[in-house]
Nanobody, 125 residues
């Protein structure tokens, strides 16, 4: 099982970035998959989660209306479109999945079983 995140970079406040996560070793037809962040000095927290079997998503309040999670099953990939970025969004972003659960809500409130390497997002003027 591998999850490979990419697309991080430096952007000005108010800007946008799109993160990609290419997965291998499983298909996007059952497990929950999501994006998590880890900022300096803070605990890792969830940004967006998706139930791949029914496309039900979950977002915490601090990203609602700004972040959108999506998937392309033909490419076995998941994406995070981040708009209206703020300096406090600066963090390392990880793609993660739980092969034993399909609920997006559960994934965002638990510790996933599978993690990829992170990609750094810096929001700064």
């Amino acid at each position: 099982v591998q999850l490979q995140a990419s697309g991080g970079g430096t952007v000005q406040p108010g800007g946008s970035l799109r993160l990609s996560c290419a997965v291998s070793g499983f298909t996007l037809d059952r497990p929950a998959i999501g994006w998590f962040r880890e900022a300096p000095g803070k605990e890792r927290e969830a940004d967006a989660c998706l139930s791949t079997n029914n496309d039900i998503w979950y977002y915490p309040d601090f990203v609602k209306g700004r972040f959108t999670i999506s998937s392309d099953k033909s490419k076995n990939s998941v994406y995070l479109q981040m708009d209206n970025l703020r300096p406090e969004d600066t963090a390392v972003y990880y793609c993660a999945a739980d092969l034993g659960h399909s609920s997006s809500y559960y994934l965002c409130h638990s510790r996933p079983s599978e993690w990829g390497h992170g990609t750094l997002v810096t929001v700064s003027s």
